[in-house]
């Protein structure tokens, strides 16, 4: 430990917290599935891979003599043919809830030490979306109920991960999509979680409505089609009371978008995400009873969100530009910019600063991702190397 | 060893034979890098995984006494942009000889105490091609050059691997398209193999003729859109001495068809398949200059040929039938219709033989491959499973 001042994880303690063996602790910290963060957040703990009996990227906090458990957020399964997973999924109940899935990335708020923070998905604090909740959420809240964590999605066009103009947001914001409590992960039930977001005054995403289970999947399947054309991502279908899973289902055009965002930059492409995103185009066309016309219509629009993209990408290659991604975030406070371009390079994801600008009482950070792998393969096949 | 009759390798000999240490030997060994084969041919090895400086599939044969090398043959690597990587590649050379890439199977024939044997890609001796090639091949050459391997495409219909009807074959044939030396891999240039192979009467691929590294690339970019519309696969381009490496390159219609048989059986595909055909028709889009309506048709045929064959297989499940892989072989020895159904056993891959039909002085198997995988996802899907 470089830093004196940092105080080791006293092992036989967060083990009985935890009502695990002490070796089973050092185990974890071993293997690095039970990590500590970084700068002032040195009191937080996640773990990573196999949490034992855990959502991956749940944090502990060390108060230093108590700790504190935020469970993270559980994987949603996805339904591929959605009126068979409706009528097994949610057999035992009359009815499910649908709410919109918007398409933005994942975080998680508590209050630490007087302040709100911010966890992404795997349980890191995330600088820039830590300044933005102080904006978007009501402290009092916490203060209020301090054994809760509140998981949204910060969706908007000023936005590190995946910028959508889809929502009509100019900037950022945060939707509330489930209150669960810190310790046992169990969320409160859909009602009372989004009666206490509108007491609270917080954004929450879109209800569509609560369907009798005989009649949710053509409902969900008009409202796709309707969300598809807005380019919107998609739905999370609920058991009101929150103790069945839920189960997600997506519209063709938000696959398609996500592989034109992905076949920009071909070389970095996730094998798994192209085929998970081609398989559930297969499902859905059958599932649709699509007639010869609309199939087609499908097959193109999948061929082209791999295709042009990617051909873009060669022409502007060969023309002599680099493709990069681009995307700007908004701040208060100025630091915030720097600190998120160094919590970045932590990941690797090695960014440039292209300029700041003071906008009203904010700054808007600039920030250009070039994507070596693409630009250099482009570049080698262009120069007539061979593939493998 | 169960046999006592069959005799260990002896690793000092071998190691002396490869120069390589007698430590190596015994390491390639225990890995399961240097594997006896099973039945009568328990005294031939070969090199799987990491061979040191030798093709994976490289033969080794105790000859009690001598060794002898019969290397594997070598992967030729894949032109993504045609004209830059001829002009690359071959720029020591003033022009390419161009021949076709066929679609079937690659073996490699020795004689072996007195009868043919031909070795897949992978080193293993497969008894349907061995039984084949008896007949396809004549022996004289054989005997008459016993340092050299014929290294040749098993293509057309009646065929376990890809059963292709593009090359007017009836049952299956065997075309040269390689000689040489066992020991060094070293390749014949390419006029003298031909003249070799017609000499002894083989069947060798398609020659389409010698062309100037200028224009290569326009007449390849010719026979390439030709082949494609015949539904044959490709071209290999060579340097006519086989000093340089042969490049070769593949119709759009053969990356489409093969998405069409990799995704009637869509749990099984592989992503690295998927996505390395995608990438080919990005870059022959971007390398042909297409038009707005000949980019369409190629998103369209891409799309196409994933989704079509996944649906079929979904409705065909959903009907209450259950896919498979049906491949007929034709054979003079009926023995050997079970011996390759062994064969295909040890790799796990279970068949059903489902009808054994005398045809002259032949019998025709017809096989049956179930598709366990893609056939139980489909149906959990039809039941409401989630994805995952």
């Known amino acids: 430990m470089k830093n004196s001042k940092i105080s080791e994880l006293d092992v036989e303690k967060v083990a009985e917290f935890l009502e695990l063996p002490p070796s089973k602790i050092s185990e974890l910290i071993e293997k690095g599935n039970l990590k500590r963060n970084w700068d002032e957040y040195y009191d937080i703990y996640r773990f990573q891979g196999h949490a034992p009996q855990m959502e991956d990227g749940t944090v502990l906090i060390d108060h230093h003599g108590s700790f504190e458990l935020v469970r993270g957020f559980p994987k949603i399964k996805r339904a591929m043919l959605l009126e068979p997973a409706i009528l097994k999924n949610f057999k035992e109940i009359p009815s499910v809830v649908v709410e919109e899935k918007m398409n933005g990335y994942n975080v998680r708020v508590i209050e630490f030490r007087g ?32 054994d809760l964590v509140v998981y949204g999605e910060m969706a908007g066009p000023e936005n590190p991960y995946v910028q959508k103009d889809a929502y009509g947001i100019e900037s950022l914001d945060f939707f509330v999509f489930d209150i669960r409590h810190k310790d046992t992960g169990e969320a409160l039930p859909v009602n009372q979680r989004r009666e206490i977001a509108e007491n609270y005054g917080f954004n929450q995403v879109r209800l569509f409505g ?37 189960v997600k289902y997506t519209c063709s055009e938000s696959n398609c978008s996500d592989l034109r965002q992905a076949f920009k930059f071909y070389n970095e492409a996730g094998r798994d995400y192209l085929y998970s995103r081609v398989i559930r185009e297969g499902f859905q066309s059958h599932e649709w009873n699509e007639n010869e016309d609309e199939f087609t219509q499908r097959c193109l629009r999948l061929g082209e969100s791999i295709l042009r993209p990617m051909k873009k990408t060669i022409e502007e290659v060969e023309s002599g530009d680099r493709i990069s991604d681009d995307f700007r975030i908004r701040v208060k406070d100025r630091e915030i910019i720097f600190k998120f371009r160094d919590y970045l390079d932590r990941f690797g994801l090695y960014v440039a600063l292209e300029k700041i600008e003071r906008i009203g009482d904010e700054y808007v950070a600039e920030i250009r991702k070039v994507n070596k792998s693409t630009n250099d393969k482009t570049l080698a096949m262009l120069e007539g190397q061979l593939w493998s």
Do not use: W
């Not at 998905?121 to 916490?142: I, M, W």
């Not at 009649?215 to 991502?233: F, H, M, P, Q």
């Open 115 to 146: 302040k709100l923070i911010a966890f992404t998905r795997s349980g890191h604090v995330c600088p820039y979306s830590t300044e933005r909740v102080q904006n978007f959420l009501e402290p009092d809240f916490f203060r209020e109920h301090p």
């Open 210 to 246: 609560d369907f009798s289970i005989k009649s949710a999947s053509s409902k969900i399947t008009e409202i796709i089609r309707d969300l598809g054309k807005e380019g919107r991502e998609g739905v999370v279908i609920k058991d009101q009371a929150m103790v069945l899973q839920p």
